[in-house]
């Protein structure tokens, strides 16, 4: 199994940090957050991965080298501009055969990719989203106005129940000849263009672990769940505590 990771982000809701450092290097606990990512890939099945880079590339390839420390095939892709997060993968035009998985280089979940490449195959989807369930509180008071400027309804400080996108696909390499040939491309415009083309999307829902450490209180809580338990990001260190942390 092969993967691709975006990995040429900038980084900056957490600045300054990130600002002379790449965001997929911020360490959780004492790991960077890209190398619990492909030990995680590794222990899925998965054993070449391409990194497409961006800013402070180099510092990247030097901490990962050629990937043989994690007992993977380690290639690297550099963008000269920010491409969004789809523009990168026109690159890869031609380059696989079979489905590929495709993920931000900033992700702590404790995800089974190889059961999302499974579902993947199992569905014969052109993308395979990974999804997560979200709450997210609002804390306003929302009016339901009909067009007569009726008010209709009143919800005081509801929370929203949202399937949102972990960052995470398997993908159809032949999804890449989608992408246009130039210029920034982000992924929800892929599968918005998808979808009007009658393509299959479908969604591989996940009921554990997902943070992206891009959002500030979500980095300090993915830095206190893996000081509780790390066996629960990293399956060669899981112990039997590791499944009940949530």
């Known amino acids: ?62 901490y990962f080298g050629d990937g043989s420390q994690f007992g993977l095939d380690i290639g690297y892709v550099r963008e000269a501009e920010p491409l969004g997060t789809a523009g990168p993968l026109r690159q890869l035009r031609g380059t696989y055969a079979e489905p590929i998985l495709v993920m931000n280089g900033d992700l702590l979940t404790n995800l089974d990719f190889g059961a999302l490449a499974a579902g993947h ?13 979200r709450d997210e509180q609002i804390d306003l008071g929302v009016l339901t106005v009909d067009e007569t400027g009726a008010v209709r309804d009143y919800d005081e400080k509801p929370t929203l129940h949202l399937e949102v996108s ?14 246009p040939q ?28 997902w943070l992206d450490i891009g959002r500030v209180d979500d980095y300090e809580r993915a830095n206190e769940l893996f000081a509780r338990d790390p066996g629960a990001f990293l399956p060669d260190r899981a112990g039997p505590e590791s499944e009940h942390v949530r």
């Open 121 to 133: 195959r199992d569905t014969g989807s052109d993308v395979t989203v990974a999804v997560y369930r």
């Open 182 to 209: 130039d210029g920034r491309y982000d992924m929800p415009q892929l599968i918005l263009d998808l979808l009007s083309d009658g393509r299959v999307v479908t969604a591989h829902r996940h009921d554990g672990i």
């Open 1 to 62: 199994m092969k993967a691709v990771v975006l990995a040429g982000g900038r980084g900056t809701r957490l600045r300054p940090f990130t600002t002379n450092f790449p965001k997929p290097l911020m360490p959780i606990g004492d790991i960077p957050i890209l190398e619990i990512l492909l030990r995680q890939l590794r222990w899925h099945g998965v054993s070449q991965v391409k990194v497409m880079s961006g800013h402070l590339a180099y510092l990247l390839e030097a």
């Open 166 to 179: 972990m960052g995470a696909y398997a993908i159809n390499p032949a999804v890449f000849e989608r992408i």
